[in-house]
Structure formats: C-alpha cells, structure tokens
C-alpha cells in the first residue's frame, strides 16, 4: 500500500483536529459545571431582582437599591433567579 506524503499529513491533521476538538469540549465542560448546590452568590433584596451574581462587586449589583445578600446556588435558583450575564 502507498501513501503520498500530502494523505499521510492530511490524515494527521484529522487526527489533531479531532483532539483539539475533544480537548477544548472538555475543557467547556468542566468550567460550565464547577458550581454545585452550595457555592455562594449574591442577590439583590428587591421585589423586581431576577439575577444571582457569582462576585459580590459585580456590575449587575452596582445598581440595587436594596441590601445585596449571599445565599447558596440552590436558593437563588429556588427563588427562580438565573446567572448575570456578565457573570458568564
């Protein structure tokens, strides 16, 4: 069997191409599923708050006119907050 230089750098390029696909999935994977149940975040206290924010200065806190507290993940969500997009 005979392969040309040019099949045999293509098929490597694949290859590599393939890894660095898994690779850089896995890596996507493990940093979007670092926070469980118990990581702290912080809300703002108003009636009309929708965002937990993973920093406490966030800037998606900078204009709640009511008191920012911490709570675990699991109460923010129970509450029915969702992630601030500038914490993503």
């Known amino acids: 069997?005979?392969?040309t230089l040019g099949a045999i750098f293509n098929?490597?390029?694949l290859i590599i191409s393939f890894k660095?696909?898994?690779l850089l999935l896995l890596t996507f994977f493990i940093s979007t599923t670092y926070l469980d149940?118990?990581?702290t975040v912080y809300i703002c206290d108003s009636p009309g708050a929708?965002?937990?924010h993973l920093r406490k200065d966030c800037k998606?806190?900078?204009n709640c006119q009511h008191r920012t507290?911490?709570?675990t993940?699991?109460?923010a969500k129970r509450k029915g907050r969702t992630l601030c997009s500038l914490d993503k």
């Open 1 to 3: 069997m005979f392969f």
């Open 11 to 13: 098929q490597l390029t």
């Open 20 to 22: 660095m696909k898994a």
């Open 37 to 39: 149940d118990r990581t």
């Open 50 to 52: 929708k965002k937990y």
């Open 60 to 62: 998606g806190l900078r």
């Open 69 to 71: 507290i911490s709570m």
């Open 73 to 75: 993940l699991q109460q």
